[in-house]
Structures are given as C-alpha cells and as structure tokens.
C-alpha cells in the first residue's frame, strides 16, 4: 500500500514538473479562481489611458532594466501592453471582474513572442502596473506559471 501511495506522489509530481517544462500549465491556469467585481471608477479608466500614452520599454532604472534591445522589439513590446490596456478599457465596463484583467493579460502573453528575458520581465511590470490600477491584488500565480512555469508563489 505505501509504495502504491508513494508511486502515485511521484508521478504526480512528474506531471506537474513536465505540464511547467512544457508549457501547458500556462494554458490550462484558470483565471476565474477568486473571481470578484471590482471598483471602476472613471479614474481607473483615466488611469488605464494615461499608462497607454506612456512611452514603454526605455531604460528604467527603478527596475535595473536595460531597455529593448532595439527599435522594432521595443515597439511591439510596447504594442502588446497598449493593446491589453485598450482591451481593458473596452471591457472592464461591460464586465469589471478580476477574471476579465487576468483572462485580456492571459491573451497578450500567451501571444507575447520576445525571447529576450528582459523584456518578458518588464512586460510582467506593466502588467503589475494594470493589476494595481484595476485593483487587482495578485495574478493568481497566472504571471509565475508564465515566467517560469510553476506556481512559485505557492512556496514562500
């Protein structure tokens, strides 16, 4: 019975490892766990279109990031969180859900083709940045499982 248990422990484990190598953990995360309504307030919406104006993906030193690598990349980098933000502003009216954010950025990443890890992580600030204006506490691990592939919050 206990090397029943402990066979099933492993390949358990072995199938969590490979859905993160692989990448489908990314695609199967839900992003209606802890669904709730949110307060948008036009603010939040002035908020969302003041980040849109921005220009993205320079150099920022707050976050010891270099910038694009060149031109093009920064535009379509810059292009993918432009987009999120107008998706989110047509959206949010309609349905102001902490599901709503997640699935429009689930979207964007999972369309997100840089390879450079610098500009993965700087799209994951600006997506931080959306959240905390949305008011939206936490990606439910969704921005982990695509970074990296695991849940690592769930280990702190």
């Known amino acids: 019975m206990?090397?029943?248990?402990?066979?099933?422990?492993?390949i358990l484990v072995v199938a969590i490892v490979a859905t993160g190598l692989s990448g489908l953990a990314f695609y199967i995360w839900p992003t209606s766990v802890n669904d709730h309504k949110l307060s948008l307030t036009p603010?939040?919406?002035?908020r969302l279109r003041s980040l849109q104006s921005e220009h993205?993906?320079?150099?920022?030193?707050?976050?010891?990031?270099?910038?694009?690598?060149?031109e093009v990349q920064r535009?379509?980098?810059?292009?993918?969180?432009?987009?999120?933000?107008?998706?989110?502003?047509?959206?949010l009216p309609a349905r102001p859900q902490r599901s709503t954010v997640l699935r429009v950025m689930k979207l964007t990443l999972a369309n997100f083709d840089s390879s450079e890890s610098e500009e993965r992580d700087q799209l994951l600030v600006y997506f931080d940045k959306i959240m905390?204006?949305?008011?939206?506490?936490s990606s439910g691990e969704l921005l982990n499982i695509w970074r990296y592939g695991f849940p690592y919050g769930w280990f702190r």
């Open 2 to 10: 206990f090397l029943k248990i402990l066979a099933g422990i492993v």
């Open 43 to 46: 603010d939040v919406i002035q």
């Open 56 to 70: 993205k993906f320079d150099p920022d030193v707050a976050s010891a990031y270099p910038g694009a690598m060149n």
């Open 75 to 91: 535009l379509e980098a810059q292009a993918a969180v432009d987009t999120t933000v107008q998706t989110l502003i047509i959206a």
């Open 132 to 137: 905390s204006i949305c008011g939206v506490e």
